[in-house]
């Protein structure tokens, strides 16, 4: 009877220890954020509202994490409606068409303390490619508050619009053909 209650444990335990856990991005405390160089001598930056992301992990670290991600185009802001309301225009995004721009990572690569190359099928206005950005992961913690556990990443990088034919009318000297990408976020262990 020991030994059965012993391998009982046993199962349970490694299963406990192996299970994937999913995680939620808590929007109110995350932001997807982008910025272009305008005429080569200024940033503009924007963002997008409406996002939803989720990470599935074995390990504690992250270290073998899928992230997916789906954002509402539209949602696009520069804090300039008429400059927004262009960029959802036909002339950028064609959000009317290419209403979801999507992300599945398919590899996480250490890169150093807490830091990853995060490596992905990026959907954008109809054309899928791989990318790759910096992940840092910034630590798990319980909220004094609400005793939710609570991870923090920050995702960083750069994406070239032309590889997305995203303002082909646009050239590179009136809006950089590199964009920037920043993106914080806390995710809440589900």
């Keep these: 009877m020991k030994k059965l209650f ?3 444990v046993a199962v349970l335990l490694s299963i406990s220890l ?3 856990t999913t995680w939620k991005v808590d929007p109110m405390h995350s932001k997807l954020t982008f910025s272009v160089t305008h005429l080569g ?3 503009v930056a924007g963002l997008f509202k409406t996002f939803d992301v989720t990470a599935v992990a074995k390990q ?3 270290s073998d994490a899928v992230f997916e991600l789906s954002v509402d185009v539209a949602s696009i802001n520069t804090e300039v409606q008429m400059r927004d309301d262009h960029l959802r225009s036909a002339d950028f995004f064609e959000v009317e068409k290419y209403a979801k721009m999507t992300f599945k990572s ?3 690569k250490k890169s150093g303390q807490n830091k990853y190359q995060l490596t992905g099928d990026l959907t954008l206005h109809g054309i899928t490619k791989p990318v790759t950005m ?3 992961y910034r630590g798990t913690i319980e909220n004094p508050q609400s005793k939710a ?3 923090g990443f920050q995702l960083t990088g750069v994406l070239k619009r032309s590889d997305f034919n995203i303002g082909p009318k646009f050239p590179a000297p009136m809006i950089s ?3 920037q990408i920043k993106a914080d976020g806390e995710f809440i262990k589900q």
């Design 106 to 108: 398919t590899s996480v």
């Design 177 to 179: 053909d590199e964009v």
């Design 18 to 20: 192996f299970a994937q």
């Design 60 to 62: 504690a670290d992250f």
């Design 134 to 136: 910096d992940l840092w």
């Design 6 to 8: 012993s391998f009982g």
């Design 41 to 43: 001598i200024s940033d």
């Design 149 to 151: 556990v609570i991870s």
